[in-house]
């Protein structure tokens, strides 16, 4: 499956903003850019075929990744914290599908 991704990693020193976004295979996205998403601040993110987001960025202070599908015309997002090991298994089970837009099991919305 292919979507728009979008990143920033100090480890990899790439930077791809989300308006410039890139084509990528959901493979490849899993296996080199989520795994450099490891340091403070780093995240990265897909696009799907409506435009709508799901993205990740680590908090090192709690060690987990926050996951939300940002919901601009709600002034918050959907989302919650999770281990490596579960937001990684979240972006391989994408289907291609577009992204529930209240985000996806025990995501919470959080007003910005």
């Known amino acids: 499956m292919i979507y728009k991704a979008f ?11 989300a308006d ?30 409506n435009g709508n987001t799901l993205q990740t960025i680590y908090e090192e202070e709690i060690e987990a990744y926050w996951v939300e599908v940002p919901r601009p015309d709600l002034n918050g997002s959907y989302g919650m914290h999770m281990p490596f090991d579960c937001m990684l298994s979240l972006f391989q089970s994408l289907n291609g599908d577009d992204f529930p837009l209240e985000g996806f099991a025990h995501f919470e919305f959080s007003e910005w």
């Open 7 to 17: 990143y920033y990693s100090a480890s990899l020193n790439r930077d791809v903003a």
């Open 20 to 49: 410039v976004a890139e084509s990528m295979n959901l493979d490849v996205f899993c296996s080199d850019v989520i795994k450099s998403v490891k340091e403070k601040d780093d995240f990265c993110g897909l696009i799907d075929s």
